[in-house]
């Protein structure tokens, strides 16, 4: 896997796209600065600790944590707050609207950008996106464009001029860049239409488009839909890995509370990851808690794909190896400087990681 890493990221065209964060009733957030003090634990008393997630399976152990009350039993008293997308939490990050957040490659712009810290892995995936065509789409007929990636399906002369769907600041958009240019196809010769997750399958569904990108559980109603796929996660040979990214107020005054949540959610990811039921059953009722339909089906087909790190994994795959390169591909596109670069090495730190082992229960 560490080697499947060096040649795991595509160029990619940087499109900010910055929503403002939701909130659910329960998951109530406020923007009060005092809320954001430093608050270190100290005796029996809690640490509260506000938890960015999204509506997607990435966030379901923070969820299972909290209704476990793990984070009562870790010293924390842990506030969900709820946004659409790993790119809309960044501007978020800015403004100290949370403490902490696992997140997916849209961090590397919460990191290179808003100075956040890169404090611990995750989760690793080796599938979850995939781009598809429309139906009689002649780019299904066209492979064998690029020897390197004998997979894929497309070809300059049946996507130049394009519509694509993509949600920009995300793997969706790191994606798509990379089947471009496994095509040679410059960015400035597709139109590219960035939208949120959730709309993208409807939009293609209605026609907007003449190829769509989309991430899990999206890409399983596409697949059951007809549509066949011309690139994924697979096919480009990516693997991703998620973090778990914090505002630097967040790692300059609740050092400790950190150590504690990486803890916790190592704890929550190892007993979902223990058995195949649980694991399942907790991410199925975080997409129902967020009022999205999904089957049985599609959970399995997730989770198959996605593995939820605990302390037997973290040597997987090389810590901030991922990072470091994803950030020097946006160098070349001249959408990060390199300083950028270097922030996001400076801010890919071990030390929570070291305290979180000295504090384990």
Same mark, same amino acid.
């Given at each position: 896997?560490?080697?499947?890493?060096?040649?795991?990221?595509?160029?990619?065209?940087?499109?900010?796209?910055?929503?403002?964060?939701?909130?659910?009733?329960?998951?109530?957030?406020?923007?009060?600065?005092?809320?954001?003090?430093?608050?270190?634990?100290?005796?029996?008393?809690?640490?509260h600790l506000k938890v960015a997630v999204m509506p997607m399976q990435i966030s379901?152990?923070?969820?299972?944590?909290?209704?476990?009350?793990?984070?009562?039993?870790?010293?924390?008293?842990?506030?969900?707050?709820?946004?659409?997308?790993? $790119?809309?939490?960044?501007? +978020?990050?800015?403004?100290? !609207?949370? /403490?902490? @957040?696992?997140?997916?490659?849209?961090? &590397? #712009?919460?990191?290179?950008?808003?100075?956040?810290?890169?404090?611990?892995?995750?989760?690793?995936?080796?599938?979850?996106?995939?781009?598809?065509?429309?139906?009689?789409?002649e780019a299904l007929n066209a492979t064998g464009s690029n020897p390197t990636y004998?997979?894929?399906?497309?070809?300059?002369?049946?996507?130049?001029?394009?519509?694509?769907?993509?949600?920009?600041?995300?793997?969706?958009?790191?994606?798509?860049?990379?089947?471009?240019?496994?095509?040679?196809?410059?960015?400035?010769?597709?139109?590219?239409?960035?939208?949120?997750? $959730?709309?993208?399958?409807? +939009?293609?569904?209605?026609? !907007?488009? /003449?190829? @769509?990108?989309?991430?899990?559980?999206? &890409? #399983?109603?596409?697949?059951?839909?007809?549509?066949?796929?011309?690139?994924?996660?697979?096919?480009?040979?990516?693997?991703?890995?998620?973090?778990?990214?914090?505002?630097?107020?967040?790692?300059?005054?609740?050092?400790?509370?950190?150590?504690?949540?990486?803890?916790?959610?190592?704890?929550?990811?190892?007993?979902?990851?223990?058995?195949?039921?649980?694991?399942t059953e907790w991410v199925k009722k975080w997409y129902e808690t967020n009022g999205?339909?999904?089957?049985?089906?599609?959970?399995?087909?997730?989770?198959?794909?996605?593995?939820?790190?605990?302390?037997?994994?973290?040597?997987?795959?090389?810590?901030?190896?991922?990072?470091?390169?994803?950030?020097?591909?946006?160098?070349?596109?001249?959408?990060?400087?390199?300083?950028?670069?270097?922030?996001?090495?400076?801010?890919?730190?071990?030390?929570?990681?070291?305290?979180?082992?000295?504090?384990?229960?």
């Amino acid at each position: 896997m560490k080697k499947r890493l060096m040649g795991l990221l595509g160029t990619l065209m940087m499109v900010m796209v910055i929503f403002a964060g939701c909130t659910t009733p329960s998951m109530q957030s406020t923007n009060s600065t005092d809320e954001m003090a430093p608050t270190e634990n100290t005796g029996n008393e809690l640490t509260h600790l506000k938890v960015a997630v999204m509506p997607m399976q990435i966030s379901a152990p923070v969820y299972y944590a909290k209704e476990m009350k793990l984070d009562k039993e870790y010293g924390l008293d842990i506030e969900l707050v709820l946004f659409s997308s790993g $790119a809309t939490m960044n501007e +978020a990050l800015a403004s100290n !609207e949370y /403490d902490v @957040a696992p997140i997916g490659g849209a961090g &590397i #712009f919460g990191v290179a950008n808003y100075d956040g810290i890169y404090i611990a892995d995750y989760q690793y995936l080796t599938g979850g996106d995939a781009i598809f065509a429309q139906k009689g789409s002649e780019a299904l007929n066209a492979t064998g464009s690029n020897p390197t990636y004998p997979d894929i399906k497309g070809s300059a002369e049946t996507v130049k001029g394009s519509t694509i769907l993509y949600t920009p600041g995300t793997t969706s958009q790191m994606l798509v860049s990379k089947w471009l240019t496994a095509l040679g196809i410059g960015s400035d010769e597709v139109n590219l239409l960035g939208m949120e997750y $959730a709309q993208t399958l409807q +939009a293609f569904e209605a026609g !907007e488009a /003449d190829f @769509a990108c989309m991430c899990s559980p999206y &890409i #399983f109603s596409a697949d059951d839909a007809g549509y066949e796929r011309v690139a994924d996660i697979e096919t480009l040979d990516m693997i991703n890995v998620h973090s778990i990214m914090a505002t630097r107020s967040a790692y300059e005054n609740k050092k400790e509370a950190l150590a504690d949540f990486v803890n916790m959610i190592y704890d929550a990811n190892e007993q979902m990851m223990s058995d195949w039921d649980t694991y399942t059953e907790w991410v199925k009722k975080w997409y129902e808690t967020n009022g999205a339909e999904i089957t049985d089906e599609d959970v399995d087909r997730e989770c198959e794909i996605k593995k939820y790190v605990g302390w037997d994994d973290i040597d997987e795959v090389e810590y901030g190896a991922y990072h470091k390169e994803y950030a020097e591909f946006f160098v070349s596109l001249e959408q990060l400087t390199a300083d950028q670069v270097k922030t996001v090495e400076d801010n890919t730190v071990t030390d929570i990681l070291e305290l979180a082992k000295t504090r384990r229960k």
